[in-house]
């Protein structure tokens, strides 16, 4: 019986975006869903009440299910699986996601009430993130370091990014593995490489190593 994957898009994003990873786990013998939500106008526990009940809903059908989180979707993925009992056993992926807290989101904060807006009801997990990560769940990160995007332009990045996530701001304590990969932020979602990495993550709880 394959497991599951649950896929989680980014701030400002759809379900859409997640086309080509989804079909590149599909072909790796994963069953395969896409989690849409609204980044920026739903309530954080209206998001990971939804999410929770989504893994429960597909534990009867597999021995595993997976999340992978773009970006936001990664912050939300720890969030939802933190400190709760009675959800299926299962890895998480992180691309891209700023897990010790977004340098970008703390500057489009500093832009007063419209920033504020733009980050949504999710604006203090994006600029805050976690400490560390102690939750039943291996965790890995696939980080970006191809320096083009927003982040960038705002000169808030400090060493390797994605250009709009700092590198630094991805390796959170408690991970069970981190890698590189040659890509933007955005570019993580459409990377053969990326979608190599994820599969190899879910069925070992390591990445491959680089060439």
């Known amino acids: 019986m394959p497991d599951h994957v649950i896929l989680l898009h980014g701030l400002w994003m759809r379900g859409f975006a997640l086309s080509m990873l989804h079909r590149r786990l599909i072909e790796a013998d994963f069953r395969v869903h896409r989690f849409d939500y609204l980044s920026v106008a739903a309530t954080q526990q209206r998001i990971l009440d939804r999410l929770q009940a989504r893994m429960v809903e597909l ?7 997976h ?6 979707g990664g912050l939300l993925a720890l969030r939802a699986c933190l ?7 299962g890895r998480i992926v992180c691309l891209g996601s700023p897990l010790k807290g977004s340098a970008a989101a703390r500057a489009f904060a500093g832009w007063g009430r419209g920033g504020e807006v733009l980050l949504g009801h999710n604006r203090e ?3 805050q993130g976690f400490e560390r990560w102690d939750g039943p769940r291996e965790v890995g990160m696939i980080a970006g370091c191809m320096p083009l995007g927003l982040g960038s ?3 808030h990045l400090e060493g390797k990014h994605d250009g709009t996530v700092a590198v630094e701001e991805t390796r ?6 981190h890698c590189l990969v040659e890509a933007n932020h955005t ?8 979608a190599q990495q994820v ?3 879910l069925h070992d709880g390591r990445f491959a190593a680089a060439p």
């Open 59 to 65: 534990a009867d059908q597999a021995e595993a299910v």
């Open 67 to 72: 999340l992978v989180g773009h970006s936001l």
């Open 153 to 155: 332009m705002l000169g």
């Open 83 to 89: 400190d709760v009992d009675g959800l299926p056993p």
């Open 172 to 177: 959170l304590a408690g991970l069970a593995d």
């Open 187 to 194: 570019g993580l979602l459409f990377s053969q490489e990326v």
């Open 125 to 127: 997990l994006l600029e």
């Open 199 to 201: 599969t190899r993550f």
